[in-house]
């Protein structure tokens, strides 16, 4: 039966047209940026002197159809705001980010990854179409194909240069009450990879089915995979819960199994920005009972991280204190599943910031709707398993080194291993790799085709050079 229908088509239109307003009242010659308060995005960023868009109006749900498992999504709405209108559906996005506050136009443009992805790949393989405001002030549907399928490959890592998804439709999937996890210790990574790849292949491990996985690393010799089932059968079981003292990623240490809502599940790392929150106390039992739960949110620390960036508090004091400069080392990035042991070994041994976030991937098999179309702008190769390593922190500048030398360090690390970064954060290519790498020459042709004025910023301006 064909969901209830959350008819606000009036207003999105109006929003629209909103929208529309703002891009006309740029004056010429001045980047085009969205006027948005929040982000995820960890580089800096020039201050635009021109009004940026009024997306105000594009953050809601416009219509899940249960029947169809797809939902019509406005492109600012958040993951958080997506997840509540389709958990009452028993329904769920393909891929749900680990972030509440990541929206789904930003996990398309800029890319999006988390546990379902062995098996869903990423957010821009889950879209039907979707409606884009071009850089020609024009608001386009593209999909996989017909006219504007160039457009529809290529907005995929464009990070907003190519122009901005007003309105996606996506797919869904069934989802159940609970999520039961395992979690697998590994001494040696070649077990945890071959692991992986015995979980990609049967979509099982040990008998039991795997419908998401994801890991850690604490260290070459502590690791481990978290193999999670959807279930409705947890009646004698009581969910555990990690919004209050209990710290979700220190329960790998603890627990071989657990449960967790499904609510809960998708929000796991949120709450302690996966580890970071320690970087404020709040892993402190003391702090953390005195730390107001609404504020344990990945965007309530980002907005010190944010205010940090601004006023270099922590910087002045480090400096007084008489100690070294730190590097933001802050990244993503995608090493095929052969590749990863010796990656995260050398990564140990050069870099020596831990934990590390692991989440396999693959892109979407062929039934998938996107899968049969190559994603240039990020070229992962179909049939390939390659594993997400994140990693957030800083690290210490040494005695004549330079800020930036170890993220460049670990550009070629990546390059080396056949694999690719995600540019949400600091990157130091020149253009000529960044456009071998990010799909250039594809991109200009699309660039030139729906923004011929050079009014978006360009994808290696925003990645590299900042702007």
């Not at 879209?127 to 608001?139: S, W, Y």
């Not at 292949?201 to 419908?211: F, L, M």
């Not at 070994?345 to 050069?350: D, G, I, K, N, Y």
């Amino acid at each position: 039966m064909r969901a209830q229908r959350m008819d606000h088509r009036g207003d999105h239109d109006r929003a629209v047209d909103t929208l529309r307003r703002s891009y006309a009242a740029v004056p010429a010659g001045e980047p085009v940026r969205l006027a948005k308060r929040t982000s995820n995005l960890f580089r800096p960023r020039s201050t635009p002197q021109a009004p940026g868009l009024d997306v105000s109006g594009l953050t809601g749900v416009l219509d899940v159809d249960a029947a169809a498992r797809t939902a019509d999504v406005q492109g600012m709405c958040t993951y958080e705001n997506l997840v509540d209108a389709t958990l009452p559906h028993g329904l769920m996005p393909l891929v749900v980010p680990q972030l509440r506050t990541i929206t789904l136009g930003g996990a398309v443009t800029g890319l999006g990854i988390e546990s379902t992805s062995f098996r869903n790949g990423l957010p821009h393989e889950s879209v039907r179409e979707m409606d884009l405001l071009t850089g020609a002030g024009e608001i386009l549907t593209a999909r996989p194909e017909g006219e504007h399928a160039d457009l529809f490959r290529a907005f995929p890592n464009s990070l907003g240069s190519l122009g901005y998804a007003t309105r996606l439709r996506i797919e869904l999937q069934p989802v159940r009450r609970y999520v039961a996890l395992r979690n697998i210790r590994f001494t040696r990574l070649e077990e945890l990879t071959d692991a992986i790849g015995e979980v990609v292949a049967k979509g099982s491990w040990e008998g039991d089915p795997v419908d998401a996985m994801d890991g850690v690393m604490f260290s070459p010799g502590e690791a481990y995979l978290v193999l999670a089932t959807f279930t409705d059968d947890a009646a004698t079981v009581r969910p555990s819960d990690y919004t209050g003292q209990d710290i979700y990623f220190q329960s790998l240490r603890r627990h071989t199994r657990d449960v967790l809502t499904t609510y809960d599940y998708l929000w796991r790392w949120d709450t302690d920005w996966f580890w970071c929150s320690a970087a404020f106390g709040v892993q402190h039992p003391v702090i953390r009972r005195l730390w107001p739960q609404r504020y344990r949110r990945s965007d309530f620390y980002h907005r010190i991280v944010r205010f940090e960036n601004r006023h270099q508090v922590a910087a002045r004091v480090d400096r007084w204190r008489g100690h070294p400069a730190r590097e933001r080392v802050v990244q993503d990035v995608e090493i095929p599943l052969d590749g990863t042991a010796d990656f995260l070994r050398w990564f140990a041994r050069t870099v020596q910031m831990a934990p590390v976030w692991l989440c396999p991937l693959r892109l979407r098999e062929p039934a998938g709707p996107g899968s049969a179309h190559a994603w240039p702008l990020y070229p992962l190769s179909p049939g390939e398993t390659y594993v997400n390593i994140g990693f957030w922190g800083t690290v210490p500048i040494a005695e004549g080194a330079a800020d930036g030398d170890v993220n460049r360090e670990i550009e070629r690390a990546v390059s080396e291993a056949g694999g690719h970064k995600s540019l949400y954060s600091d990157a130091y290519y020149d253009r000529a790799a960044f456009d071998r790498l990010y799909g250039g020459e594809t991109w200009r042709a699309v660039k030139d085709r729906y923004d011929p004025d050079h009014r978006l910023t360009g994808l290696y301006e925003k990645a590299v050079a900042r702007a």
